[in-house]
């Protein structure tokens, strides 16, 4: 935590477990028997509980979305920028939850976790998950927290996925979905990103088929080379010129092949910093969940018809610069839901930032999120 | 409201499906929603206006026009409304095609080129005629394609658009004598609704 908790922040929160003994029947036919979710909550749920906010995390993310867990953590949440007093997703009008996704590393029931069945760790048995099973638990959750209709359901890259597919599957139980730096599928290039990621981690030889828990070691070279190059996806072309340029870190060349230019060197400690706080069962699962993400697959390729019994408002945003899901994948989005007539805005930000840019306090983002969720405030507070 | 919004709200009946492209900060849409159940999305490029629509609760689209339509099918809207920005964009035939493909009827306002002092302006001074419908200098206008009221029925006629209703009207948004009787030089703000 720094010296003094800035005052635009939600300050020490901490996590809390909900056990679910309910089964989830999963869409891949498997069923999960009971589970445990990880959420944190920031600000206070009002008396009709119509003023709360599910944030939903993407890839790499994790239920500590904003604020500190103890005086010695020195970053806030993920998502702090934009979630606290005053901040756009304003936690002195909304009740913010986040909960952890099910497959996760960071608490909720996932590979690393016990199989109650077995009494062993689940590694790689543990079921896949999608989307659509990570919203089915969100939803128990809101059940357990007494939420029946969220004032919005948030979410930027895979979380924007959760929050459309909410949008799909629970049409009644949200107000609104924000949908930010997301796509209705991935392309071709996205699902091939993800296999070099997944490749790397299952092609090295600490993987163990998945059960490396039980020869005390993990595939840290592996998960490595799979967030370096997620990584370069994340960040644009210009933000890498930018940050790093053709820098080297002695001023010379070596000829050889340990770290020379700047870039290498950032890449290398993200992968390695990533490594040491990430799952490699986890990943595989995330990035699968990613791959399988396409709502309009059972309806006929029609993405107008998977939208077409949503009732929700919906706010699509996306990054100019960003390469991952370019903002034509948004206005897919956008324009599938002016067809079926459903109220929607759309904003593209302008910024050098690349896909991270939905992470990043960048102003013009912060105003208009923050115009729009004022809005869905105030329509709370008129209910 | 602005008085030339107030005009073209008259024209659309309730529960009406609106395309308003440059819809500013949303007032119209606004109003339309509010009073008349309308179904509307606005399409704008600045920022400060978009977030004024959020802040509306009207459905704006972040859309530069001059990349056309092509997102919306074709009838998809019962108006489409376009003010003051037909003079705007880099190719107001296209928009004005556009405009008709995706809607029943398009609405549009914009400056008469062709007003008296615009014409006294340019004639007698022999500078860029600058005035409250047309506050720019030459050199910082958005205004690229100003065409007077004349020039734009005579569009209309080449394209086989039907004009269904015209007002044209002086700075204070009122028609009178004058601007019936001699619209080209006495009205300084065309709004026109027209089909195929």
Known sequence: MPETIPQDSVGLVQPQTLHVDQPLELECGRVLPSYDLVYETYGTLNANASNAVLICHALSGH???????????????WWDSCIGPGK??????FFVVCPNNLGGCHGSSGPGSQNPETGQLWGPDFPMMTVKDWVKSQAQ??????????????????????????SIDFPDRLANAVVIAAAPKLSAQNIAFNEVA???????????????????????QGLILARMVGHITYLSDDAMRMKFGRDLRSGRFHFGFDVEFQVESYLRHQGETFSRNFDANTYLLMTKALDYFDPARECDGTLEKALSGTRCNFLVTSF?????????????????????????????????????????????YRKLFGAYMGRVAEAVSDA | MRDDLALISRWIPRGARVLDLGCGDGDLLAHLQNDRDVNGYGLEIDQDNIAACFAKGVNVIEQDLDKGLGNFQSD??????MTQALQAVLRPDSVLDEMLRVGREAIITFPNFGHWRVRSYLGFKGRMPVSSALPYEWYDTPNIHLCTVKDF???????????????????????????????NLFGEIAIYRVTL
């Open chain 1, 141 to 166: 959750l809101a059940d357990a927290l007494g939420i029946h209709r969220w004032a919005a359901v948030v979410g930027g890259s895979l979380g924007g996925m959760q929050a459309l597919q909410w």
């Open chain 1, 198 to 220: 997944r490749q790397s981690i299952l092609t090295d030889p600490h993987f163990h088929g998945g059960r490396y828990y039980l020869h005390d070691t993990y595939p840290r």
């Open chain 2, 153 to 183: 029925e005579a569009h209309c006629r080449e394209r086989d658009i039907r004009i269904i209703e015209r007002q044209v009207v002086n700075r204070h948004h009122r028609s009178g004598t004058l601007t019936r009787a001699w619209p």
């Open chain 1, 63 to 77: 239920h500590h979305a904003a604020g500190y867990h103890s005086d010695d953590e020195t970053r806030p949440g």
């Open chain 2, 76 to 81: 998809r809207f019962d108006y489409v409304v």
């Open chain 1, 88 to 93: 756009p997703i304003d936690t002195n009008r």
């Open chain 1, 320 to 364: 100019n610069s960003d390469w991952r899901f370019s903002p034509e994948r948004s206005r897919e989005i956008v324009n599938a839901l002016v067809q079926v007539g459903r109220n929607v805005s759309y904003a593209e930000i302008d910024t050098p930032k690349g896909h991270d840019a939905f992470l990043l306090p960048i102003p013009e």
